[in-house]
């Protein structure tokens, strides 16, 4: 077979993945949004200020990279094991694994699926911190290198478990 028709099949289902995260954004994006505010409100204001300041942060600055890692991860994971599991239910996982397409480009499509929905949800977290208390980035390649390869491992993991 044709490596042009590989990479077709691969964006082809890159592209399934991620129209299927902004179609049902209210299930995907929303509620991680919401929990996360949830957290800053009754962790970061009401819990954190009977804690106080300690070594010259806040407590809420604290837990502002936890909160954001732990939507990514969550989110990672969820988006390929839900979307494998979904496919396996629906029996349409047999026709991606009778196609021509290689194994590798048929993991790779469910993987970018889940750490286009874990940066973007990282994205939107990291937005809404923004509201409760200003966070600075001390190494941005880092930040993003760390936040690409947490991304990366739990939708691996995701995708073991579907």
């Known amino acids: 077979m044709n490596i042009n028709t590989q990479w077709v099949g691969l ?9 299927r995260i902004f179609r049902i954004w209210t299930q995907t994006l929303l509620p991680s949004v919401i929990t996360t505010m949830l957290y800053f409100l009754i962790f970061g204001q009401f819990i954190g200020q009977r804690i106080g300041i300690f070594d010259g942060y806040n407590y809420i600055e604290f837990i502002i990279p936890g ?26 996982i047999e026709e991606l694994l009778v196609s021509p397409l290689y194994d590798h480009f048929l993991i790779i499509g469910y993987l970018s699926g889940g750490v286009i929905r874990g940066l ?7 937005i809404v911190s923004l ?19 947490t991304a990366i491992l739990f939708s691996l993991l995701g995708f073991i478990n579907g």
Do not use: D, W
Request: aromatic share 14%; net charge positive; with cysteine.
């Open 131 to 149: 509201l409760f208390s200003p966070i600075g980035f001390h190494r941005p390649f880092l930040v993003i290198a760390s936040a690409c390869l």
């Open 67 to 92: 909160l954001i890692m732990m939507s990514m991860i969550t989110n990672s994971y969820m988006n390929v094991s839900s979307s494998f599991f979904g496919s396996k239910f629906q029996r349409n």
């Open 120 to 126: 973007i949800v990282g994205l939107l977290v990291t």
């Open 11 to 19: 964006f082809t289902l890159i592209r399934k993945e991620v129209t």
